[in-house]
């Protein structure tokens, strides 16, 4: 019996892809072995998590001052979904590879409530996008031997193109990718905010994004760069909070 062959497995081949996705694994690894994170790593994480729905909501176009949101003076309902979603990463982790387009649901009501219609919430706006989200979903359930940072930027970029929920389907987009890290081992902890490195780099973000919806070689090959440029800008930012938490005054 010949065996399935791997859809993503080409992307690969793809140049310099091999090395940004190694060299953004790298980076990811030595940022988790940082100090901190053996006494702090809870300290760590929620800042992370705080850091991370704050760049979600800026990329959807809801750019609010960090300290702001911190504070709990920001009501914006797209923040607040942010939030939501950040929080409830950890808790969705084991079910998104069994049960994925479950999980998408549950993103998107806690990402859209209070944006869209109550009736709306979970479902996707068009039934056109079905094959593709089962698509994607097989991929996800284990369809792939693709190395994690590769299928987290397909998720993503899959979810940014089909846009199949209503409000702002890039928040849940950006919240599947992330949870792709933290249930493939890739990240674990949820202590990588890919979010911070796609606003460092928004413009490239957008058109990046543009480029993989087109299928090409080229676009995709573009996106599976920036994605793995990304991570390796969010591993900076967990030094740097990581590096901030170590030397904080204890209490």
Sequence with gaps: ???????????????????????????????????ALRRQGGAVAAEVSLRSAVASAALAGYAHDREQVRAGVVTDPVVQGCLRVAAALPSLVETWPKA?????????????????APELLGHP?????????????????????????????????????????????????????????????FDPRGLIAPEVGHLAREPEYVGAAGAFATGTPDGVRSWLR??????????????????????????
Excluded: I, K
Aim: charged share 15%; net charge neutral; hydrophobic share 55%.
């Design 226 to 251: 920036h994605c793995a440029a990304a991570v390796s800008l969010a591993a900076d930012a967990l030094t740097e909070v990581a590096e901030q938490t170590w030397t904080a005054p204890q209490s």
């Design 100 to 116: 994925p387009r479950q999980v998408l649901a549950r993103l998107h009501v806690l990402a859209a409530r209070g944006s869209v």
């Design 1 to 35: 019996m010949t065996a399935p062959v791997d859809p993503l497995a080409p992307l690969l081949a793809l140049a310099d892809v091999r090395a940004a996705v190694g060299q953004a694994r790298d980076t990811a690894d030595a940022a988790m072995r940082h100090r």
């Design 125 to 185: 706006v068009d039934g056109s996008a079905s094959p593709r989200l089962d698509a994607l979903a097989s991929l996800v359930a284990g369809g792939t031997s693709a190395p994690p940072l590769v299928l987290a930027a397909v998720v993503h970029g899959e979810l940014l193109a089909l846009a199949p929920f209503a409000g702002a389907p890039g928040v849940v987009a950006r919240a599947a990718a992330r949870l792709t890290l933290m249930s493939s081992g």
